[in-house]
């Protein structure tokens, strides 16, 4: 009810909003339309904790990465559940690109080389505050396809002071992120020094 009038008072006259372990088997039996390549655009904010039952988990995922962690299996989740070509902004915490793990490793390759990596962008550590003090970023990725270049970008400032308060500030910097990633969608500009906020990296490098 609260994820309803939430959306309502966002413009979502009729939103579609189910109570639904995604990651269980039976959300596949209850919604196979939307479970597998139902969609054209995912945005998402999974939970990076959690309460996890393993062996309810759907093997799909499990078979695309082997691992109980939650933020993994959801980013594998994302990519079943997207369209061939169909692209998605998840936010994960930054052990999805720095974990050393096999399961970490794997679904990185997964992401590179089976899939298209569009950017990684790193925000900082108190934009969820005061729920989680967690690093994290936002990885848009496509489905299918493969890698040939990453942009990034390091954001410092989101506009609002990172203690628990969360109060307004000057500084901002999300609008430069938008106006680099079109520039860089769009072929202008040189984004290849690395010590700049926006810069871009080669899949093979």
């Known amino acids: 009810r609260i994820g309803s009038m939430n959306m309502a008072l966002h413009g979502v006259d009729n939103p579609d909003i189910h109570y639904q372990d995604t990651l269980s088997s039976s959300f596949l039996e209850k919604f196979p339309k939307q479970a597998v390549g139902g969609f054209d655009v995912i945005l998402a904010n999974p939970p990076f904790k959690g309460s996890l039952d393993a062996g309810d988990v759907h093997s799909s995922l499990t078979?695309?990465?082997?691992?109980?962690?939650?933020?993994l299996l959801f980013v594998a989740l994302v990519l079943r559940m997207l369209k061939k070509g169909g692209r998605s902004a998840t936010i994960v915490p930054d052990g999805v690109l720095f974990g050393s793990s096999k399961a970490h490793t794997a679904l990185r390759t997964v992401l590179v080389k089976d899939n298209q990596l569009e950017a990684v962008i790193s925000l900082p550590s108190g934009v969820f505050k005061p729920y989680a003090g967690v690093s994290t970023?936002?990885?848009?990725?496509?489905?299918?396809?493969?890698?040939?270049?990453?942009?990034?970008?390091?954001?410092?400032?989101?506009?609002?002071?990172?203690?628990?308060?969360r109060q307004p500030v000057t500084e901002n910097d999300l609008p430069d992120v938008l106006d680099k990633w079109r520039a860089w969608c769009d072929c202008k500009g040189d984004f290849s020094d690395g010590t700049q906020k926006a810069f871009a990296v080669n899949a093979d490098a």
């Open 137 to 165: 970023a936002i990885i848009v990725f496509s489905k299918g396809g493969a890698t040939e270049q990453v942009f990034f970008y390091d954001v410092t400032a989101d506009g609002y002071s990172l203690d628990d308060k």
């Open 63 to 71: 078979q695309a990465v082997k691992t109980k962690k939650t933020e």
